[in-house]
């Protein structure tokens, strides 16, 4: 848990400390100067720059350095310090200089939900994969590697299909190729279909979310494989399209191009929902996020919120809490939740 952070410089922040005694904690400030900031502070510290920005942004524009250091409730104080002119940071444990490997050994997780998110069911199919990855990264240690690998493959068969193309190499040569692709894949599958069988096991959360207005709700993974029977359909994908991918010089089933949806009465999410309907499955998959994650790691979660109430209203507000009794939850917002005493509320 933490207990304290302390800003020095950091953006728009001369000198600020908060004290997060309780598990909840809601910041609340109704202007539009100061919520991001504070949790994008606390994400730089668990090693997420959740707004892509490059350090020289960080330090406050009048200032040569900026400063954030945090408590844990074991006392332990992580630091970072950032230095506009040689565009670096410094990392500190109890004011001994370490790595970023080492704070996120360390530390809990965080995950953030915030306005941006909207983003994954509005924009490219890319986000979501992303999403998907990115639990399964966090999840697992062999995923990344395996992904790696996977993707080394197909860029090599790739190059194959262009040397056939290009009469350089013969048609048999890719047989070695699509064998190991084959083996990756499946291997990639088996761990989307832990993450695939989650979500729908938990589709009864998202029901709640959504005020049981939907009676029929479905998590649908989108792929041209036929996932209860991967290797043949891949294999037989890829020798029906063998002189297709040689024209083309690409391989084009893989679990990168693969994509969910959500259906509400037999409506694709993405095609059809209102936006009080997508924040609330944008919800639900962030707080499956935090479920899944830490059902497979055992890490404590933090869950950072910004900007509660121009994404969430108060029955969202109310599941989450409730949904993720157990973990500290630090909360950005305009207005103050009067709805429980033991939130930790902060004025700005
Ligand atoms: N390096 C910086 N120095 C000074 N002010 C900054 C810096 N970076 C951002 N800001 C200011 O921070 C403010 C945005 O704060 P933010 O936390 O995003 O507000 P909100 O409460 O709406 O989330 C803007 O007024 C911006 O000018
Ligand atoms: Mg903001």
Redesign the pocket.
């Known amino acids: 848990m933490i207990k304290s952070l302390k800003l020095k410089n950091f953006r728009n922040f001369e000198n600020k400390e908060f004290l997060f005694v309780n598990e909840k904690n809601f910041i609340i400030w109704n202007n539009w100067v100061w919520?991001?900031n504070t949790l994008e502070a606390i994400s730089l510290i668990f090693q997420k720059n959740f707004l892509n920005k490059d350090v020289i942004n960080l330090v406050n524009k009048d200032a040569n350095f900026a400063f954030i250091e945090i408590e844990k409730d074991d006392w332990k104080k992580f630091s970072i310090s950032f230095d506009r002119e040689k565009n670096a940071k410094k990392l500190f444990i109890n004011w001994k200089a370490t790595t970023g490997k080492k704070f996120i050994e360390i530390l809990e997780k965080i995950i953030v939900f915030q306005p941006m998110d909207m983003n994954m069911m509005y924009l490219s199919p890319s986000l979501r994969r992303d999403f998907i990855d990115d639990i399964l990264w966090s999840s697992f240690e062999t995923y990344s590697k395996i992904n790696k690998e996977y993707k080394n493959i197909v860029k090599n068969r790739n190059k194959i299909l262009k040397n056939i193309k290009d009469w350089k190499a013969s048609k048999n040569e890719i047989n070695f190729w699509d064998e190991v692709f084959l083996k990756k894949a499946v291997e990639i599958y088996k761990y989307r279909e832990i993450l695939n069988s989650f979500l729908s096991e938990k589709i009864s959360i998202l029901k709640e979310l959504l005020n049981f207005k939907i009676k029929n709700i479905e998590y649908k993974y989108i792929t041209k494989i036929d996932i209860n029977d991967i290797e043949n359909s891949i294999k037989t994908y890829l020798t029906k399209n063998l002189d297709r991918d040689i024209i083309i010089w690409t391989t084009n089933i893989w679990p990168h191009i693969d994509d969910f949806d959500i259906l509400l009465d037999w409506n694709s999410l993405i095609n059809f929902a209102s936006r009080w309907e997508t924040k609330s499955v944008i919800l639900w998959l962030k707080i499956l996020e935090t479920k899944f994650i830490e059902k497979i790691t055992w890490k404590e979660i933090i869950f950072l919120v910004?900007?509660l109430f121009s994404e969430l209203d108060e029955i969202h507000e109310k599941l989450l809490l409730n949904e993720l009794w157990s973990k500290q939850i630090i909360i950005t917002s305009i207005k103050a939740n009067n709805s429980n005493n033991d939130n930790n509320i902060i004025y700005l």
């Open positions: 919520k991001t910004d900007d």
